[in-house]
C-alpha cells in the first residue's frame, strides 16, 4: 500500500509541477480519480490501469519535450517513480502492484484456481534436519486454520520454522524463527500423502540458508524468456513453470507470420481468470474470452422473482434432485420449459449390469466347487459348505418375495427377471417394460425398498464396570429384492464380522501356526546339524590322534 505522507508530486512534460494528496484514497479506483480530477492537475496527466490490469500507467497529455518526472511517497506505493532527473519518455508505466487476496479467512477451496487444496500429509524439514508430519484434512476451513495448524504441530516438535501469509498476500511463506539460531541445511518440504504442498505452491526446497532459508508459496508465476527462445520453447516453459494457464502454438492461416501463441486457463468459470504480465513489453495480446460463470434464473425470468443460480461450467447439479441441467446457449428473453421424463433404457441397463454380475458370481462359485465324473478334475474349494451356503441363499434370495411389499409386484418373476439353467438369471424386457408402465412405484420398491424399524437403545457392559449405549438392530419391515440380496452378501463379505471375513482369518491364522511350527522345526534341525556336526568334528580329532599313534608305532616297531 502507499505509506508514508501520501504525496504524489509530478512535473509534467510542460514544466508544470504540482502534488496530489493520495493519503485518503483506500481503493485504486479513488486512487486513479484523485489524480484525474485533481485541480492542478487540469488533464495534464491520465492515470490509468497498466496494459495487464494488475498495476496503473501515467502518461503525460501535455505534448511538452521536457523531463517528465513522478516522485513521492504515492509515486513509490504505486510503484511508477521515475529517476529524480525524471524521464525522457511521455508514458510510466507501473509493475505489478501485488495485490493481497489472501487474507487468514480467505476459504482453503478457493485457493487454486478454485480447485482447493485437497487433503493429505506433508512433511515439514527444518535447517537441522528435524522434521514433522502434518495431515491436513477437512477440518481446515480457512488459511488461517492451515497457518495456526503447521506451526501449531512444528512448534510442539521443535522445528525452527514459522509459516505465515506473505508479505505480498498471495501465498504462503515458510522462513527460521526470528532470534533462534539457523539451520546448516535448507528448509525442504514435500507431500507424503496426497498433492497439498504441490498445490500450496510450496514444495521443494529453499534456495540456501540464513537469508535464503525460506520458501514462498507465491501464486505468481514468473516466467524468464530468452532472445534466442523460438514460440515452442515460449509455450514448453509456460507449461512447465506450473502456473494456472496453459500454453500452445496456433495459425491463423496467414502466409507471412502465421503462428499465434495461445494462452488459456485450467480453470473455468470466474475462477480461472488470470493475468498476464508481459512487463511493457508489446507481445500483442488481445483477450477473446473473459471467464464467467454461468447464470442462470430459476422459477422465473425476471430477476426480481427468479432465482439466480451460478456454475463455473456449463453444468449445474443440485438444482433439482437427481438432475443434472447442462446449458447449451444464452436464452436472453424467452425462458426455458425442462420436462423431466423417466429414463427407461439407464433402469434397463442397471438391471443388465446387475444380472450379470449376479450371474458371474455364480459361474465363479460353480467353477470353484466343480467336480468333472470324466477327468476326475476338481475344483479347489469343492466341498467347501460356504461356497454351498452363499450360493444356495443367494438363489434364494432370488426368488423370494420382498418383505412388507404390498404392492402387485413382490418378486423378480412378476417383472420379468427370472431363474433359468443352473440357477442363472434372465432378464425379458418385454414383461420388465409391461411392469414399469402398468405400476412404476411398485416396481421401483420391488428393487430398492428399504425400511426399518428401530428398536429402544439400551447399555451393554463391554467390561467390568464399562458400559455402552449400543443402538438396537432395527427389524426390517420393508425390504425389497436386491436390499435382501445386499443383506445376504453383507453378512459374508463385512470386513469386521462378515462369514468370509471370520474364514480367511482363520486361514490367516493356520498359515501363521503353520509358519511357526516350520520355523521352530528350522531351530531344531539347526540344533540337531549343530550337535552332529560337533560329533563329526570330535571323531575327525579322534581319528586324527589314532593315527598319529599308530605312526609312532610303527616307527617304534622299526626302531626295535
Do not use: C, W
Not at 512534460?13 to 480519480?33: C, K, P, W
Not at 480461472?272 to 434464473?297: I, P
Not at 423431466?340 to 466347487?369: G, M, W
Amino acid at each position: 500500500g502507499i505509506t508514508g505522507s501520501g504525496m504524489l508530486d509530478i512535473t509534467a512534460r510542460d514544466g508544470t509541477s504540482f502534488s496530489i494528496d493520495l493519503s485518503g484514497a483506500e481503493t485504486v479506483s479513488q486512487i486513479i480519480r484523485a489524480v484525474n480530477e485533481n485541480a492542478d492537475n487540469d488533464g495534464r496527466v491520465t492515470l490509468s490501469l497498466n496494459d495487464a490490469g494488475n498495476g496503473v500507467t501515467i502518461k503525460d497529455n501535455t505534448g511538452g519535450s521536457g523531463a517528465f518526472l513522478v516522485g513521492g511517497d504515492g509515486a513509490v506505493g504505486l510503484k511508477i517513480n521515475t529517476p529524480d532527473i525524471g524521464v525522457e519518455a511521455s508514458t510510466v508505466r507501473g509493475e505489478g502492484l501485488n495485490f493481497a487476496y489472501i487474507t487468514n479467512n480467505t476459504s482453503v477451496a478457493s485457493l487454486n484456481g478454485g480447485r482447493g487444496i485437497g487433503s493429505g500429509t506433508i512433511r515439514v524439514v527444518d535447517g537441522f534436519g528435524r522434521f514433522e508430519d502434518i495431515n491436513i484434512g477437512a477440518s481446515v476451513r480457512t488459511v488461517g486454520d492451515l497457518v495456526r495448524q503447521i506451526n501449531s504441530q512444528v512448534s510442539s516438535e521443535g522445528l525452527n520454522v514459522v509459516a505465515r501469509i506473505n508479505d505480498e498476500g498471495n501465498g504462503l511463506i515458510f522462513t527460521e524463527r526470528d532470534g533462534e539460531p539457523s539451520g546448516g541445511s535448507p528448509i525442504r518440504i514435500e507431500d507424503r500423502s496426497g498433492q497439498v504442498a504441490r498445490n500450496l505452491r510450496i514444495a521443494g526446497s529453499a534456495d540456501g540458508t540464513n537469508g535464503e532459508n525460506f520458501i514462498s508459496g507465491s501464486f505468481s508465476t514468473v516466467v524468464e524468456f530468452n532472445a534466442g527462445d523460438t514460440l515452442d520453447d515460449i509455450v514448453r516453459k509456460i507449461n512447465q513453470s506450473g502456473a494456472g494457464a496453459t500454453a500452445s502454438v496456433v495459425s491463423d492461416g496467414g502466409s507471412s507470420t502465421p503462428f499465434r501463441i495461445s494462452l488459456g486457463s485450467r480453470t473455468t468459470g470466474s475462477d480461472g481468470r488470470f493475468v498476464f504480465d508481459s512487463h511493457g513489453f508489446d507481445l500483442g495480446m488481445r483477450v477473446l474470452d473473459e471467464g464467467r460463470d454461468a447464470v442462470v434464473f430459476f422459477g422465473s425470468s425476471d430477476p426480481a422473482d427468479g432465482l439466480a443460480l451460478t456454475s463455473s461450467s456449463n453444468t449445474m447439479d443440485g438444482v433439482l434432485p437427481g438432475v443434472s441441467l447442462d446449458l447449451r446457449s444464452a436464452s436472453s428473453d424467452k425462458p426455458v420449459e425442462i420436462s423431466i421424463s423417466r429414463d427407461d433404457a439407464a433402469i434397463e441397463k442397471a438391471i443388465e449390469e446387475f444380472i450379470a454380475a449376479y450371474n458371474t458370481v455364480l459361474e465363479r462359485i460353480d467353477r470353484q466347487t466343480r467336480f468333472d465324473i470324466e477327468t476326475k478334475e476338481r475344483g479347489p474349494l469343492l466341498g467347501d459348505s460356504t461356497m454351498r451356503s452363499v450360493r444356495q441363499r443367494l438363489v434364494n434370495n432370488s426368488q423370494r418375495p420382498g418383505i412388507g411389499l404390498a404392492e402387485q409386484f413382490d418378486s423378480l418373476a412378476k417383472v420379468g427377471v427370472t431363474v433359468g439353467e443352473k440357477g442363472r438369471l434372465q432378464f425379458n424386457k418385454d414383461s420388465f417394460r409391461e411392469a414399469l408402465a402398468n405400476d412404476f412405484d411398485a416396481v421401483r420398491s420391488l428393487f430398492d425398498a428399504r425400511e426399518t424399524e428401530s428398536t429402544t437403545q439400551q447399555f451393554v457392559q463391554i467390561a467390568p464396570g464399562v458400559s455402552v449405549l449400543q443402538a438396537g438392530d432395527g427389524e426390517f419391515i420393508r425390504l425389497g429384492v436386491i436390499g435382501q440380496i445386499e443383506e445376504t452378501v453383507r453378512q459374508y463379505v463385512d470386513s469386521v464380522d462378515g462369514i468370509l471375513t471370520g474364514k480367511r482369518r482363520s486361514i490367516d491364522t493356520q498359515i501363521e501356526q503353520q509358519r511357526r511350527r516350520i520355523s521352530t522345526f528350522d531351530q531344531r534341525l539347526d540344533r540337531r546339524r549343530e550337535f552332529l556336526e560337533r560329533q563329526f568334528l570330535g571323531m575327525e580329532r579322534a581319528l586324527a590322534q589314532l593315527q598319529t599313534q599308530q605312526s609312532s608305532l610303527f616307527q617304534m616297531g622299526i626302531q626295535m
